[in-house]
């Protein structure tokens, strides 16, 4: 039956066509027929105690120009059954207001995804810290000296980066004896006032780091994201190319270890960061990959991603109501 989704996400006019995983929601739910709308974050608001969104109808199709809008209305959320926060990073106070309007929406009368809650609470980088079997050794703190003690202890070598970071943007690779140290330090921290991450650095990482995107707490797909030889990172956003990545049973058993606090805090739809089987960072907001991988497996994981949402939808009664 006929659903009404709607995405809070950024300007149709940036999407990319062929890696937004966005988009393959969107050309997935048109091809189901149901009822697409579009709405950016400051669309977002409340009247009394009621969230509603200045919306567009949405339409897609891989092509030039890749969408259309229509005319632009205000809407309750509980119009919608199922809403799709999609918004890129940064993480800001933007952001964790827009959660909490999303929060004012009942959710047995719309389902959001990712919950509001757990997207406030899941810092992409902090978040990880819960399950200490299967990270590496971290440390969270914003004092220079710590975190050069931190790098003695671990050999010499290590990566920082900040709390808030995205696409790669802050990650430093830090050796013992590199003169540039305390400056990095100072820059990240701004001078001892703001917690950055260190963690141990996994040589494995020169082989690629691996995207896997979980849903429902279940790895449904992978993808191995390599460095440029002149690169720390692997991020695609910075020069990093792509290749298969077969899923192996230790990302099996991290998605085990991972999945009752992902059902928990409603973080439905995440990215994993896995690097020498250890996971880096658990991403929330708006994890990607999901073109790469359909296009290496020969699979269409927005087909299993939008079953998902419809079976977490509000039941329809026989006329195709919600209710």
Do not use: W
Not at 1 to 12: I, K, Q
Not at 245 to 255: M, N, V, W, Y
């Amino acid at each position: 039956m006929v659903r009404r989704l709607l995405y809070v996400m950024d300007p149709m006019e940036g999407v990319l066509v062929d890696k937004d995983t966005t988009f393959a929601f969107q050309l997935e739910g048109r091809r189901r027929g149901h009822e697409q709308f579009h709405c950016l974050q400051r669309d977002l608001f409340a009247d009394r105690t009621v969230a509603h969104a200045r919306v567009r109808p949405l339409h897609v199709e891989r092509a030039t120009p890749h969408f259309s809008l229509g005319e632009a209305a205000d809407q309750p959320l509980t119009n919608f059954d199922v809403i799709l926060m999609r918004k890129d990073p940064p993480f800001d106070m933007a952001y964790v207001f827009a959660t909490y309007v999303l929060g004012l929406v009942d959710p047995a009368v719309s389902f959001v995804m990712n919950a509001p809650r757990g997207l406030r609470e899941a810092n992409e980088k902090l978040y990880a810290l819960n399950f200490p079997d299967v990270i590496p050794a971290s440390i969270v703190c914003s004092q220079p000296a710590r975190l050069k003690a931190f790098l003695q202890q671990l050999g010499g070598e290590m990566i920082v980066k900040p709390l808030d970071g995205a696409g790669g943007a802050g990650v430093f690779h830090l050796r013992d004896g590199d003169r540039n140290i305390n400056a990095i330090l100072e820059s990240l921290t701004q001078d001892g006032t703001q917690l950055i991450m260190g963690q141990r650095y996994l040589p494995e990482a020169r082989d690629g780091d691996k995207r896997v995107i979980v849903l429902g707490g279940q790895p449904i797909g992978a993808v191995l994201r390599i460095p440029r030889e002149d690169e720390t990172r692997g991020n695609i956003h910075v020069g990093g190319r792509v290749a298969p990545a077969p899923l192996d049973d230790r990302d099996r058993e991290i998605c085990r270890r991972l999945a009752p606090s992902l059902e928990r805090d409603g973080l439905y739809f995440v990215g994993l960061d896995v690097i020498g089987g250890l996971v880096t960072e658990i991403n929330v907001t708006s994890p990607t990959g999901v073109q790469e991988i359909d296009r290496f497996d020969g699979v269409s994981l927005e087909s299993q991603v939008l079953d998902f949402i419809e079976a977490r939808a509000a039941p329809l009664d026989r006329s195709g109501v919600a209710h």
